[in-house]
């Protein structure tokens, strides 16, 4: 129950196209769901997050789009560059006392030009 | 640059070794993490530490320990070293305790392999 799944797990697209990265969880008790970006050889930097009470965030090219009662959110990145290609994470905190949080297994994303 | 700082970049040891590996957050961040990363597991949460104290505890072996100084800088020890020990960890350091909110700024991460 304190998994989150995350799919694909490999994704190429073109320069401009859009990617889509989905992941969905068991545990109604997360509150917060932040997306990481890897580069090689670098650590997780965070991208954008939303809280359940809303449905989509938007940052610049970056969007989440959140579905509570099928308990799934998803990463758009509209206009892909290929600065973008890195290993995208969602992820997810049950808040409380600790922000520990768990992460899906990740998704190398490749956007060709 | 995220502002957490780890040492050292690299690390190669023997089975059955010891070895401690080190962290310094953000100025101002109070909260400590400590993850794990490989191929197969992932990025796997280990234990977070809250201004010295122990605050939550995942997926950590009783061969790792951790601990966070008065200066909040924080080390974890991993001993009686096993080849499957062999991965990227990462320190991540916040702010807070546990907002839920509270954004999580990762270190470079350090590469142990275990020969």
């Known amino acids: 129950q304190q998994q989150v799944k995350q799919s694909p797990q490999s994704l190429i697209v073109q320069k401009g196209g859009i990617s889509i990265i989905n992941c969905a969880y068991e545990n109604t008790a997360f509150d917060y769901f932040p997306w990481y970006q890897q580069f090689p050889g670098k650590g997780p930097a965070l991208l954008i997050a939303?809280?359940?009470?809303?449905s989509e965030k938007k940052e610049g090219r970056f969007t989440i789009s959140f579905n509570k009662s099928a308990k799934q959110f998803s990463l758009h990145i509209m206009d892909s560059q290929p600065g973008d290609s890195a290993t995208y994470f969602c992820a997810a905190s049950d808040g409380g006392a600790t922000n520990k949080l768990i992460f899906g297994t990740g998704t190398l994303l490749a956007v060709q030009p | 640059d995220s502002g957490v700082t780890q040492t050292p970049k690299h690390l190669i040891t023997a089975t059955g070794q010891r070895v401690t590996l080190r962290c310094s957050p953000r100025?101002?961040?109070?909260?400590v993490y400590w993850y794990q990363q490989s191929l197969d597991q992932g990025l796997q949460f280990l234990i977070q530490?809250?201004?010295?104290?122990?605050?939550a505890k995942g997926n950590i072996l009783e061969r790792f320990s951790a601990q966070q100084f008065p200066d909040l800088h924080s080390e974890l020890n991993l001993s009686s070293l096993e080849l499957g020990d062999s991965a990227l960890y990462f320190c991540?350091?916040?702010?807070?305790?546990?907002?839920?909110?509270?954004?999580?700024?990762f270190g470079p991460g350090t590469r142990l392999t275990v020969l």
């Open positions: 991540a350091s916040s702010e807070l305790a546990g907002a839920g909110t509270d954004t999580q700024y």
């Open positions: 530490y809250y201004n010295g104290e122990e605050r």
């Open positions: 939303i809280r359940p009470d809303v």
């Open positions: 100025s101002g961040d109070l909260s």
